[in-house]
């Protein structure tokens, strides 16, 4: 069974929708439900469901969009910093594997050009260039990159996926002009 962090958001319901589809349990865990910012409450979740593996689709995004982040901080930080250091921790303790949605706004620009002359990305092996310790950088990609570095040090941590979805962050993408 896989338990599911950030289900009611946007990725979060199409991980739910994919997850239906392909009949592999799982299990959403709201927040309007259960604490899972109380230490204690998520260790006895985890430790009682004892899951095949955590995924977290939660973190703060900001509404109407990133930008919010640049003025509720806090929130931001919470959600793309406490959230991950809590699951890291609690996962590890409980021997249970991780999955973290981080994102691709922790990278700006590209790394140059291949022969062919296209462009050459980054991939999830880069150490992020848009965030707290390289800054110029937005609030939202600092905390997302802090984020992983929180979560580096947690073994229970098998993937943090970056930029496989497509919503409407485009815009914001376009105004830091990113690709
Ligand atoms: N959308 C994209 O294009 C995209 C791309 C790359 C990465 N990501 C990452 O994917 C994750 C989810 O993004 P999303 O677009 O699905 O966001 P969203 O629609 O705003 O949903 C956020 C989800 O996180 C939960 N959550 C937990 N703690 C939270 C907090 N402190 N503040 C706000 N929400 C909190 C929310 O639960 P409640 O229902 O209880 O509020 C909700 O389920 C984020 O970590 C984001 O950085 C998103």
Excluded at 31 to 55: C, G, H, M, Q, W
Excluded at 89 to 108: R, T
Aim: charged share 25%.
């Amino acid at each position: 069974m896989i338990l599911l962090i950030g289900g009611t958001g946007y990725i979060g319901l199409k991980f739910q929708e994919i997850l239906s589809q392909r009949n592999i349990e799982f299990k959403n865990l709201s927040r309007s439900k259960v604490d899972y910012y109380d230490f204690k409450t998520l260790n006895d979740v985890i430790a009682k469901e004892k899951p095949t593996f955590v995924l977290n689709a939660g973190g703060f995004t900001g509404k109407p969009n990133v930008d919010q982040c640049e003025i509720n901080k806090s929130g931001t930080i919470i959600g793309n910093v406490l959230l991950p250091q809590i699951l890291g921790q609690v996962c590890d303790m409980n021997d249970v594997p991780l999955v973290h949605v981080s994102s691709g706004c922790i990278y700006s620009g590209d790394k140059g050009w291949h022969e062919s002359g296209s462009r050459i990305g980054f991939t999830e092996d880069d150490e992020p260039n848009f965030s707290y310790d390289r800054p110029p950088c937005s609030f939202y990609s600092g905390s997302k990159a802090l984020g992983e570095s929180v979560l580096s040090k947690f073994e229970s941590v098998i993937k943090t996926q970056k930029r496989k979805f497509n919503r409407t962050r485009k815009g914001d993408r376009e105004r830091r002009g990113e690709r």
